[in-house]
C-alpha cells in the first residue's frame, strides 16, 4: 500500500459524465508522477492510489463538490472593457489571466459588449462530477531528504493528513 511521502506513477484518465475526457497520462504517452500528500491533485484521487498496489487499476468518481466546487453564480463578474490587458481577445468561450490583489487568476469570456466583459472566475472543471481510471503503474519510498523535511511528527500537518487519506 502506498503511504504519504511516497513518490508514485500513475496511468490514468479523467472523464465527464457526458464522455469527454479532460485530463489523461495515456494520451501524453508517459505515467503521471507525484508524491502522495503534496496537495497537488484531489483528495479522493489521493485517497484512491493510497488504497492501490503496483499494477492495481480502479475507476474513481468524484462529486463536483469533492472536486472543484459547485458552480457559483457569483463568480460571474462584468467589468470594463478598459479594465482588460491590452494583447487580450475578447471572444465569448477564451480565457484571459487577470492580476488582482490576491494573486493572479484565470477567467472565461461569458459575453461581450462595446463597453463591457461578463467574466466566469469559476474552474472549467466547476459544478461538474468527475470519474477517474486509475492504474498504479510503480511507488518509491520517500528520499533521506525528503524524510528530513517531515520527520515523524513534524508539525506540517502530514500525520493527519495521512490519518484522513487512510480513513
Do not use: W
Not at 483528495?43 to 487499476?57: L, N
Not at 478598459?82 to 481577445?89: K, L, M
Request: charge should be negative; charged fraction near 25%; aromatic fraction near 6%.
Amino acid at each position: 500500500m502506498v503511504e504519504i511521502g511516497q513518490k508514485v506513477q500513475v496511468r490514468f484518465s479523467g472523464v465527464l459524465d457526458d464522455g469527454t475526457e479532460f485530463d489523461s497520462s495515456l494520451k501524453r504517452g508517459e505515467p503521471f508522477e507525484f508524491v502522495v500528500g503534496s496537495r497537488s491533485l484531489l483528495p479522493a484521487f489521493e485517497k484512491a492510489v493510497c488504497d492501490m498496489s503496483p499494477g492495481e487499476k480502479r475507476s474513481v468518481r468524484v462529486a463536483a463538490s469533492e472536486a472543484y466546487g459547485d458552480y457559483d453564480e457569483s463568480l460571474v463578474q462584468t467589468v470594463g472593457v478598459s479594465d482588460i490587458q491590452e494583447g487580450y481577445r475578447l471572444v465569448v468561450g477564451s480565457r484571459i489571466a487577470m492580476s488582482t490583489p490576491m494573486g493572479p487568476l484565470q477567467a472565461r469570456v461569458v459575453g461581450v459588449d462595446g463597453v463591457s466583459v461578463d467574466l466566469d472566475f469559476n474552474h472549467e472543471l466547476a459544478g461538474k462530477d468527475l470519474s477517474f481510471s486509475i492504474e498504479l503503474v510503480a511507488f518509491a519510498q520517500e528520499s533521506a531528504i525528503e524524510r528530513e523535511m517531515h520527520p515523524v511528527g513534524c508539525a506540517c500537518g502530514c500525520d493527519r493528513l495521512k490519518r484522513s487519506l487512510v480513513s
